[in-house]
């Protein structure tokens, strides 16, 4: 069985089908990741994937970056339905964390070794909203006036969840899930060069907060107007589930949202993400002014929680 690739209607993005991502050859794997740096973002439709596979197949990509309390590389829930069945309310942090992930972002540029992939494979639905959206940072670079590439070609942006969370209402602690540490804000260039396909993209989206030596209020101006002129048609798409699809990116080159939805419905979807490599994804850190403290560390390992247990949702993301 041949894979069949099926471009989206948009800059970024493929359909694949006639394969099963829990057996494939080797033929089938190079298509898949061949399509992965070509198109940025791919849908399975219908693939009701098992977990253990889901984590199988991201492995494929590279090391798993350990979103647990356990420190452990595997599949993690994202999910507003709660251990006995309820859905979050409003003031859970985990309820916060599902509606900062309705910005667009790029997944743990605000730690040391930012992601490389993500995949989500859809659980539970809602009957209404909860898509996920891409968009593409590769064709919103291309599109830039000259004057803007040259503006920004050695700008740094530094990225911190702790900020990206403040900016939409949110004060989180030092400690209280994946993302809220010590080791300082990653200063990342704005202009990105892929490590595989050396394409330039704008790495922006809502974890970037202050680029170096321009004051915040500007900085932040410049950013939001970056994110509304790179987040527009033909660069983005918009994936309305199914129970049973998948859906990944490369978050290197795209950003992408989850879209609000009726959080009295459940959503559930599994999530495993994929550590970016040393050469292209880790950066030094700054001091954030919105953590304890600041330790710099060349690592995302050791990070903490206080809100230790085997059911708490530590995701930062949909
Ligand atoms: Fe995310």
């Given at each position: 069985m041949q894979a069949t690739i099926t471009p989206l209607d948009a800059t970024l993005g493929a359909r694949i089908t006639d394969l099963d991502l829990s057996n494939m050859d080797e033929a089938t794997w190079k298509a898949v990741e061949d399509a992965f740096h070509e198109y940025g973002a791919l849908v399975f439709p219908g693939q009701h994937i098992e977990a253990d596979a889901q984590v199988d197949?991201?492995?494929?990509?590279?090391?798993?970056?350990?979103?647990?309390?356990?420190?452990?590389?595997?599949?993690?829930?994202?999910?507003?339905?709660?251990?006995?069945?309820?859905?979050?309310?409003?003031?859970?942090?985990?309820?916060?964390?599902?509606r900062g992930n309705e910005g667009w972002h790029t997944d743990s540029s605000y730690m040391p070794l930012a992601a490389?992939?993500?995949?989500?494979?859809?659980?539970?639905?809602?009957?209404?909203?909860?898509?996920?959206e891409v968009a593409d940072m590769r064709a919103a670079y291309d599109e830039l006036s000259q004057e803007i590439k040259d503006k920004i070609s050695d700008l740094e942006a530094y990225h911190s969840l702790y900020q990206s969370q403040a900016k939409v209402g949110y004060k989180i602690e030092t400690g209280a899930a994946y993302g809220y540490h010590n080791k300082g804000a990653p200063r990342r260039p704005l202009v990105k060069v892929h490590p595989v396909t050396g394409r330039k993209s704008l790495f922006i989206g809502r974890h970037a907060y202050k680029i170096e030596g321009m004051e915040r209020e500007e900085s932040q101006k410049l950013l939001d107007e970056l994110l509304t002129f790179a987040c527009q048609a033909p660069r983005t798409y918009s994936h309305k589930w199914q129970a049973g699809d998948v859906l990944m990116w490369d978050n290197r080159c795209i950003l992408h949202r989850a879209m609000p939805y009726d959080y009295n419905e459940v959503r559930v979807l599994r999530h495993t993400r994929v550590a970016g490599e040393n050469e292209s994804e880790l950066v030094p850190t700054g001091r954030d002014d919105l953590a304890a403290d600041f330790i710099p560390s060349g690592s995302n390992k050791n990070d903490y929680y206080n809100a230790k247990g085997p059911n708490i949702s530590p995701v930062v993301d949909s």
């Open positions: 197949f991201a492995k494929r990509f590279g090391n798993l970056e350990t979103l647990n309390p356990e420190g452990k590389p595997t599949a993690v829930a994202i999910s507003n339905k709660t251990e006995d069945g309820s859905v979050l309310k409003s003031d859970d942090f985990r309820y916060k964390t599902l490389k992939a993500s995949i989500l494979s859809a659980q539970i639905v809602p009957p209404e909203g909860g898509e996920t």
